[in-house]
C-alpha cells in the first residue's frame, strides 16, 4: 500500500497531506546532506504518519481555502467520523492509526515524538533521527517551508493566544531554546546550511513521495 492509497483510505484533508509530504521532503533534504549514519526511510516513513489525526484539532474558520472543494460540511463530517473511531486527541489518534496500519515500533516512536514540548528530551537524547523528525516539522509553516526563527515567531503569536499562564510562556521559551539547539546539532554535522532548505529545494522531493510504500 502506497502512501497515497493510506491517505486516501483515511480520508486525509489535501491540506494535512501537503503538509506532511513537505515535513517528510526537508527531512529527506536533512538526513542526505549529513554526515554521520542513520536511516532515512523510518524518519522518511515517520514523517508521512505523523500528523494523521490532525483534522481533530484543525479549525475549519482559520484557514477556509484548505476546505475547497469538498466543503465545510463534508470535512465536520469527516473529523466527527474520526473522533468517533480513535477519539478527541489527534497525537492519540495518530498512534492509534499508526497502529493500525502495523508500522514497527521505531516508526512508533519516532511518531510519538512529534510533540513541541518534547524539544529538550529529543535533544538531550542524542537520537539524530528523532531530531530530523522534530526539527523538519518545525521548518514547515502551513502555507510552506520557512526558516526555524520564521515559524517559531508565528507559533508564538498562537501560544499567546491559546496559552495564558506564565508556566506555559516559560514552557515556549524554553523548547524554543532546544529547537535552536537540534538546529545546531544538525547542521555541525552537515554539508548545507538550514536556508538550502526552502519551498523551491524541497518540491522535486515531494513529487516522489506519493509512491513510498509502507
Not at 500528523?51 to 484557514?63: C, E, Q, S, V
Request: contains cysteine; aromatic residues 10%.
Amino acid at each position: 500500500m502506497t502512501i497515497a492509497d493510506v491517505y486516501s483510505r483515511y480520508q486525509i484533508m489535501p491540506s494535512l497531506q501537503q503538509h506532511m509530504y513537505r515535513v517528510t521532503a526537508v527531512s529527506l533534504m536533512v538526513s542526505s546532506h549529513l554526515k554521520k549514519s542513520l536511516d532515512p526511510v523510518m524518519v522518511m516513513k515517520a514523517c508521512l504518519l505523523h500528523d494523521m489525526g490532525n483534522i481533530l484539532k484543525f479549525n475549519f474558520d482559520l484557514f477556509p481555502e484548505f476546505l475547497e472543494p469538498e466543503g465545510k460540511e463534508y470535512w465536520q463530517h469527516v473529523k466527527d467520523m474520526m473522533e468517533k473511531k480513535y477519539g478527541p486527541d489527534e497525537h492519540e489518534a495518530t498512534l492509534k492509526i499508526v497502529k493500525e496500519l502495523a508500522m514497527s515500533d521505531r516508526i512508533y516512536e519516532l511518531v510519538d515524538i512529534f510533540s513541541f514540548s518534547k524539544a529538550k528530551e529529543i535533544f538531550e537524547s542524542g537520537d539524530i533521527e528523532r531530531m530530523i523528525c522534530s526539527y523538519s516539522d518545525m521548518r514547515v509553516a502551513p502555507h510552506g517551508v520557512v526558516s526555524l526563527v520564521d515559524r517559531l515567531a508565528d507559533g508564538r503569536k498562537r501560544f499567546k493566544v491559546n496559552k495564558q499562564r506564565y508556566d506555559r510562556e516559560e514552557l515556549f521559551a524554553e523548547m524554543t531554546g532546544y529547537l535552536g539547539k537540534i538546529e545546531v546539532h544538525l547542521f555541525s554535522q552537515s554539508d548545507i546550511v538550514p536556508e538550502k532548505i526552502t519551498n523551491e529545494s524541497v518540491e522535486p522531493l515531494m513529487l516522489q513521495l506519493s509512491t513510498v510504500s509502507l
